[in-house]
């Protein structure tokens, strides 16, 4: 028999796409599980990862080099202990990547050692270096823009205007939408909250929430106790639940001690978008939750403190005149800003007053919230599956230019 002749027979199986995938953050664990499982969904093929993740990444089938949390550090004062480590972390995630010679090499956030990683890097024509999250080069150091168009072949973006700052020098970017649209708040159940903890319909409902980490804690707790005690005068049935993550719950619980009313500590993730959306009304730390209350149509004010050398750097450095993103994305204060020395009990207090007692206030903030989210979206699609059929796109492209090599 002619073995050239079987040869030919045989199907050609295609060939599995390798991708390597770093994350250093939660947030960034995030959004590349969900990437993995939309990347497999429209990938056509075996898709081979390898990479740095979490619990969520390594759930959808990354084999990580080590654990996520070795650098899942912030501040000076918890890297410089761990520097040692981290330079290990760099060689290793490096040596990694040279091994496994990935189609794509994707990068979520964390940009410290991400381009610690790249600096280690040889030049690979066949890979392609894809970013996904663009830094805020939009707040502050634009300059930052030059820096990611010579590592990166193409830029993925959360926000709608992010593109406009890095296609004019030279970097590719697709705008995908951002992640807050794939929460979990769509099957909040509101209604089962409140029976649950016995608040009855007709009771306000004042959702806090002091931030992720314990120094946002530890500055906000103080002003968001104040507004609390000044909003009770005016409305005495007022039930507040606080919303935390299970690695705060004992510093908000030891806090809320002294606060001499009942209030709901909520740690866990499900209970977190019920109680968000049986809320009438929310005072927040500046962050991402910002976007999850808009998505929740819940009005809220918005609230943030820092130290004040950090606030002298960030006055001399930041550029846009908004902190939370609705209201960047909106170019006007739809939403409340209390932002260091605005950031006490009474401006607060008088702000929340304001959304309940005023029926006309409170849908404006709903109104603007829903046009807001509206241009988070990328279209039809959930996020992920955007950015998955972007990767695939342009991985596509690497093989054809390789194939008419």
Request: glycine letters at 6%; charged letters at 25%; hydrophobic letters at 45%.
């Amino acid at each position: 028999m002619d073995s050239g002749k079987d040869e030919a027979l045989r199907p050609t199986v295609p060939k599995a796409m390798r991708i390597f995938i770093i994350a250093g953050e939660p947030s960034g664990d995030l959004l590349g599980g969900r990437l993995m499982a939309a990347l497999e969904r429209h990938s056509g093929k075996e898709v081979s990862f390898e990479g740095v993740g979490g619990e969520l990444m390594t759930s959808n089938g990354l084999n990580s080099v080590f654990p996520m949390a070795e650098i899942s550090v912030m501040g000076l004062a918890e890297i410089l202990p761990r520097i040692f480590n981290l330079r290990r972390r760099i060689r290793e995630t490096a040596a990694a990547i040279e091994k496994f010679s990935p189609d794509v090499l994707l990068t979520i956030d964390s940009p410290g050692f991400c381009f610690a990683v790249l600096k280690r890097l040889k030049s690979n024509p066949d890979t392609k270096r894809i970013h996904y999250v663009a830094p805020s080069v939009w707040a502050w150091r634009p300059e930052r823009v030059h820096k990611f168009t010579r590592e990166f072949d193409h830029l993925l973006t959360l926000l709608p205007f992010e593109p406009a700052y890095f296609e004019p020098v030279g970097l590719p970017s697709t705008f995908v939408g951002h992640a807050v649209i794939e929460s979990k708040l769509s099957g909040a159940d509101g209604v089962g909250f409140r029976k649950r903890y016995g608040i009855g319909k007709d009771v306000p409902l004042l959702c806090v929430l002091p931030g992720s980490r314990l120094g946002e804690v530890k500055r906000h707790m103080a002003p968001f106790r104040s507004a609390v005690q000044l909003l009770k005068k005016q409305f005495p049935s007022l039930r507040i639940c606080i919303l935390t993550i299970p690695v705060l719950s004992k510093e908000i619980n030891s806090v809320v001690r002294s606060w001499h009313d009942e209030v709901l500590v909520v740690e866990r993730e499900k209970e977190k978008f019920d109680a968000m959306a049986a809320s009438n009304v929310a005072v927040a730390a500046s962050g991402t939750v910002a976007l999850e209350l808009a998505l929740a149509r819940v009005p809220a004010v918005i609230a943030y403190r820092v130290n004040w050398v950090t606030a002298l750097i960030a006055k001399a450095l930041i550029k846009t005149p908004y902190a939370n993103l609705v209201n960047i994305l909106l170019n006007r204060e739809a939403v409340p800003e209390f932002i260091q020395s605005k950031c006490t009990g009474g401006q607060l207090a008088s702000a929340l007053e304001d959304l309940l007692k005023n029926e006309l206030v409170y849908q404006a903030q709903q109104l603007a919230a829903d046009d807001a989210i509206k241009l988070l979206k990328a279209g039809d699609e959930l996020p992920s599956e955007v950015a998955a059929k972007s990767i695939l796109t342009i991985a596509h492209r690497g093989e054809e230019k390789e194939g008419a090599n």
